[in-house]
């Protein structure tokens, strides 16, 4: 009866009350979604894990009726994913060594952040958004751009960076964490859209 209706349609039922309505936008999203979750963490419970948690994040901002992407809904879903998947790694005991498994040596936080994937047609990248990244790490605070170019472009171990600037490997942990915060507070109050659809 509704598998036909459009994003919009269905988001006003549900907010009426209609939870069948969810359902189908459940399932016309779930399988994009739980792939690019997985195609970002590379571990199926994991993947499984965040992708709960992306969609009580959907449900609670969907009720709030703070969602005012019209047209634009799985865009929308896929930048609650990564910034869900960026919220782990930041949250992550194993932080030095963000999600690397055998399969897997080289991921980094960055990566995320870049949101490179190119099988889902409504995640696109550019040369631009990484500029703007690129940009937006000049602003912030000395110690923090320091870890993060460290980090990321000299490839440093956290336990080098350690080394290097005289501070505990906590230390570094928690600068990198506060960088990844004001990183993704500035991409917000400079409005860049890190996704086109």
Do not use: C
Request: net charge positive.
């Amino acid at each position: 009866m509704y598998a036909s209706k459009s994003d919009e349609f269905l988001i006003q039922q549900f907010r009426s009350g209609n939870n069948t309505a969810f359902d189908i936008l459940l399932k016309r999203y779930q399988s994009k979604v739980f792939s690019y979750i997985m195609q970002l963490v590379k571990d199926h419970d994991l993947a499984n894990d965040i992708f709960q948690e992306v969609f009580i994040k959907v449900v609670i901002n969907l009720k709030k009726e703070s969602y005012h992407h019209e047209g634009k809904l799985l865009s929308w879903i896929l930048r609650i994913s990564h910034n869900q998947v960026i919220d782990h790694f930041r949250k992550s005991s194993k932080m030095p060594y963000v999600g690397r498994s055998s399969s897997n040596p080289d991921f980094d936080i960055f990566s995320v952040l870049k949101l490179e994937d190119s099988s889902i047609e409504d995640v696109m990248i550019n040369d631009q958004i990484l500029k703007d990244v690129r940009l937006l790490i000049h602003e912030l605070p000395q110690d923090q751009k320091e870890v993060v170019k460290m980090r990321f472009f000299m490839k440093m171990s956290f336990k080098e960076i350690a080394e290097k600037t005289g501070v505990s490997i906590n230390t570094s942990l928690g600068r990198m964490r506060y960088a990844l915060i004001n990183l993704r507070k500035l991409i917000d109050e400079k409005q860049l859209v890190l996704t086109h659809g």
